[in-house]
Nanobody, 123 residues
């Protein structure tokens, strides 16, 4: 079991940047891939980015490629999502999640989830 706590969300103007952090505790040794997902009002939760335990296989959904960067610091049990050139379409609650898979984009493969942090991008 892994406990995850996100932070770093807020209100930002279009074109701005934010860095989200996710601190993990508990049985972190059993978690391999880490991912970021987001959910806008009235929509399904969607995949944003994922990273393997080693940090060597990051993967992004097409809409954020070139703008977002996922990274992790295993010594600190923390995963980050650096978001740049934000757009109003990025507005959502962002969730971090932990999986026991090597690398996956599937929501069902993530067994632990944070509470979410709100990101709002104004026009």
């Amino acid at each position: 079991q892994v406990q995850l706590v996100e932070s770093g969300g807020g209100l930002v103007q279009a074109g701005g940047s934010l860095r989200l952090s996710c601190a993990a505790s508990g049985r972190t040794f059993s978690s391999y891939a880490m991912g970021w997902f987001r959910q806008a009002p009235g929509t399904e939760r969607e995949f944003v980015a994922a990273i393997s335990w080693s940090g060597g296989r990051p993967f992004y959904t097409d809409s954020v490629k070139g703008r977002f960067t996922i990274s992790r610091d295993n010594a600190k049990n923390t995963v980050y999502l650096q978001m740049g050139r934000l757009e109003p379409e990025d507005t959502a609650v962002y969730y971090c999640a932990a999986s026991n898979r090597y690398l996956t984009i599937a929501t069902a493969d993530y067994g632990s989830w944070g509470q979410g942090t709100q990101v709002t991008v104004s026009s």
